[in-house]
């Protein structure tokens, strides 16, 4: 059956970060059992039938976590935070796809703050042309402001 080209693009993104986050999960996995020396469940765990993957993956696993994993594997999450799916989904987006990431222009203000001048002396300055425009409002992207400030002459 065919569907939305769009849903299919975002089901196909959704397969992606999933399995990015599986093998991201499986050497999370292997550097905890190896820092802690394999002990990752707590006694009370242990005597619930809690096993170590429990602790990292599944429905409720923040609370389970909490009550169930050890000291050693507290202290390597302090070190190296477990991510959940949807904050590692967060993370990852922007590494796969910059065009769903949100651009921030600066705006003449904003421009004459990053380099260290008031916004009414700009007039004297031969400014970069501008990334965008918002109806008659010029922005400029962070990187270009720096760029042209780095190679701007200086007196």
């Known amino acids: 059956m065919s569907g939305s080209p769009i849903y299919e693009a975002a089901a196909a993104?959704?397969?992606?970060?999933?399995?990015a986050y599986a093998e991201y999960l499986g050497v999370h996995i292997e550097d905890a059992?190896?820092?802690?020396?394999?002990?990752?469940?707590?006694?009370?765990g242990k005597s619930l039938g809690i096993v170590p993957g429990q602790l990292f993956t599944g429905p409720g696993v923040t609370m389970r976590a909490r009550a169930y994993s050890s000291d050693p594997?507290?202290?390597?999450?302090?070190?190296?935070?477990r991510l959940t799916l949807p904050l590692f989904e967060r993370l990852w987006l922007p590494t796969q796809a910059?065009?769903?990431?949100?651009?921030?222009?600066?705006?003449?203000?904003?421009?004459?703050?990053?380099i260290g001048v008031r916004?009414?002396?700009?007039?004297r300055y031969a400014l970069p042309?501008?990334?965008?425009?918002?109806?008659?409002?010029?922005?400029?992207?962070p990187s270009t402001v720096d760029a042209w400030h780095a190679g701007r002459p200086r007196k």
Not at 36 to 41: A, D, E
Not at 130 to 135: K, M
Request: overall charge neutral.
């Open 98 to 114: 910059p065009e769903y990431t949100a651009r921030v222009y600066l705006s003449r203000a904003e421009f004459a703050a990053r």
């Open 73 to 81: 594997l507290r202290e390597f999450w302090s070190e190296t935070p």
């Open 129 to 141: 042309e501008p990334d965008a425009y918002i109806g008659d409002i010029r922005g400029w992207l």
């Open 13 to 19: 993104q959704a397969r992606a970060a999933r399995a």
């Open 33 to 44: 059992t190896e820092a802690t020396r394999g002990n990752l469940v707590n006694p009370r």
């Open 119 to 123: 916004p009414d002396s700009l007039g």
